[in-house]
């Protein structure tokens, strides 16, 4: 009989003291963090929301089947063209939504993407999912008006 050395690695799964451990103790959160804690409760929430609503709309599609009367034809045709752009606007928020979660999650929330510097907290809470602070956003949009025409 062949004897087998079975190397059982009881590799325990390191408890690694998560750097978050410092953002759990609440009586330490300074209130810029508190208030980024309620946007992302709000934004989970809006999620679970956005997300029954697309299930919701998938479920409701009507299907293209040949209604007897042509008047039914459009107004189905209305409806389904309807719920698509309402998924597709939903699905755009919800994937804003995952952006704004994710950035939460590296610890990079409220921080603009073009100069780096801290959003406002009141523009966070007005628009949770904006990664620009108020001045490099106006400057996008100025130059956004310059190049479109
Ligand atoms: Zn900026």
Redesign the pocket.
């Known amino acids: 009989m062949k004897k087998t050395r079975n190397i059982i690695r009881s590799k325990k799964t390191s408890t690694k003291t998560k750097a978050a451990t410092r953002a759990k103790n609440p009586a330490r959160l300074s209130m810029r963090e508190k208030k980024i804690r309620e946007i992302k409760k709000k934004l989970l929430s809006q999620k679970k929301i956005l997300l029954g609503e697309a299930m919701a709309a998938l479920n409701e599609l009507p299907e293209q089947t040949v209604f007897p009367d042509l008047g039914d034809q459009a107004s189905a045709e209305i409806n389904r063209n309807f719920m698509l752009r309402l998924r597709g606007r939903e699905s755009k928020l919800l994937k804003k939504i995952e952006d704004a979660l994710e950035r939460m999650n590296q610890g990079i929330f409220g921080i ?6 801290e ?1 406002d907290i009141r523009r966070l809470e007005a628009r949770p999912v904006t990664t ?6 106006t400057l996008q949009e100025e130059e956004e008006k310059l190049t479109e025409k």
């Open positions: 603009c993407d073009k100069c780096g510097q959003i620009m602070c108020i001045e490099c956003k």
